[in-house]
């Protein structure tokens, strides 16, 4: 039973253009979001993260917004650039548990 | 290095070897995750170290999987009697504290 999904495994957008990445989550209890990028043989990094106490949370060309009642969360990248082209995965945690749940990933494609 | 270092990057072993994976987390920090990633999925919770102790060990698939951290910082996963189905790239994480994880570029285990 995956907890944590992001239906779209990947996603073209053009250089420039806004993309947008979904994310949906079942379990009610969890209430700390984030967004993790990874290139092609590396370890995820942290990109941003969002408390269930907000509904948006913005840094630089990357704004996540939290949406509680349809548990959804998306991650906006604007103006989109082609180092952005990477696996970004959301992943989710309750704060009485440290465990991170991760969803598939979503493949971004930046094209020129 | 600044970073998270795991060794060996890749490992190819046969079907009922022993295995170990090395984990170097970022000086100074205290918790150590271990998580595996199997293709076309996102990270899966295994075992989460605070200092030298086991504090969750409940990702653990079974009992041929084994992690110590001795000394409190560097980490060995122990895999007993591997399976094909062991096959991943396993992920290790450091974070001070609670804070933000850190994850080294992975160890990719193929079980022949």
């Known amino acids: 039973d995956q907890q944590v999904k992001q239906n779209s495994p990947s996603l073209s957008v053009q250089e420039g253009r806004i993309s947008i990445l979904n994310c949906d989550y079942t379990n009610s209890m969890f209430d700390y979001f984030l967004w993790y990028k990874k290139y092609p043989a590396e370890g995820p990094t942290f990109l941003i993260s969002i408390s269930s106490i907000k509904d948006k949370n913005e840094d630089g060309r990357f704004t996540v917004f939290l949406n509680k009642s349809a548990k959804h969360l998306s991650l906006h990248i604007v103006p989109s650039q082609p180092g952005d082209s990477a696996v970004y995965f959301c992943?989710?945690?309750?704060?009485?548990?440290?465990?991170?749940?991760w969803g598939a990933g979503t493949k971004l494609i930046i094209k020129p | 290095g600044a970073g998270v270092s795991q060794t060996p990057s890749n490992k190819v072993t046969e079907k009922g070897k022993y295995v170990e994976l090395r984990c170097d987390p970022i000086s100074g920090h205290t918790a150590l995750y271990w998580y595996r990633q199997s293709l076309g999925q996102g990270p899966e919770f295994l075992i989460y170290?605070?200092?030298?102790?086991?504090?969750?060990d409940s990702g653990l698939p079974n009992d041929r999987f084994f992690a110590v951290r001795p000394e409190g910082s560097v980490s060995t996963l122990k895999i007993q009697r591997t399976e094909r189905g062991d096959s991943a790239v396993y992920l290790c994480?450091?974070?001070?504290?609670?804070?933000?994880?850190?994850f080294g570029e992975g160890s990719r285990l193929t079980v022949l």
């Open positions: 994480a450091s974070s001070l504290g609670a804070g933000e994880l850190f």
């Open positions: 992943a989710a945690s309750a704060t009485s548990n440290y465990q991170l749940i």
């Open positions: 170290f605070q200092g030298t102790g086991a504090a969750d």
